[in-house]
């Protein structure tokens, strides 16, 4: 009890920058468009991808200036850590993979 207590604690979270990608119709491959930025706070990529997962899906967290489709598989997230690298990940249907940079086009 006391080490999980001790684990919450000593787990710092920290702040990412993230950018969702989108096409302009579902299903396409080509043509990726930048349709919302947002900072995130989260533990590791995977409290991130989790936490974008349930903003854009479900309808009382969406943000008001977001008019874009709910979060589906091909959309692409750019995790930003500025001086550490640009991480890309694609939804698919076994969840989020990473990718390399080159598919965003």
């Given at each position: 009890m006391?080490?999980?207590?001790?684990?919450?604690?000593?787990k710092?979270?920290?702040?990412?920058?993230?950018?969702l990608?989108?096409?302009?119709?579902?299903?396409?491959?080509k043509?990726?468009?930048?349709?919302?930025r947002?900072?995130?706070?989260g533990?590791?990529?995977?409290?991130?991808?989790?936490?974008?997962?349930?903003?854009?899906?479900?309808?009382?967290l969406?943000?008001?200036?977001y008019?874009?489709?709910?979060?589906?598989?091909?959309?692409?997230?750019?995790?930003d850590?500025?001086?550490?690298?640009?991480?890309?990940y694609?939804?698919?249907?076994?969840g989020?993979?990473?990718?390399?940079?080159?598919?965003?086009?």
């Amino acid at each position: 009890m006391i080490r999980m207590f001790m684990e919450k604690i000593l787990k710092s979270t920290q702040c990412y920058d993230v950018t969702l990608f989108q096409t302009p119709q579902f299903g396409q491959i080509k043509g990726y468009r930048q349709v919302y930025r947002l900072t995130v706070n989260g533990e590791d990529h995977d409290d991130v991808l989790a936490e974008v997962y349930r903003i854009f899906n479900v309808p009382d967290l969406v943000p008001k200036d977001y008019d874009a489709r709910y979060v589906g598989t091909g959309d692409i997230l750019l995790i930003d850590e500025g001086r550490y690298g640009q991480f890309f990940y694609r939804l698919s249907p076994d969840g989020w993979e990473r990718i390399h940079r080159m598919h965003v086009r």
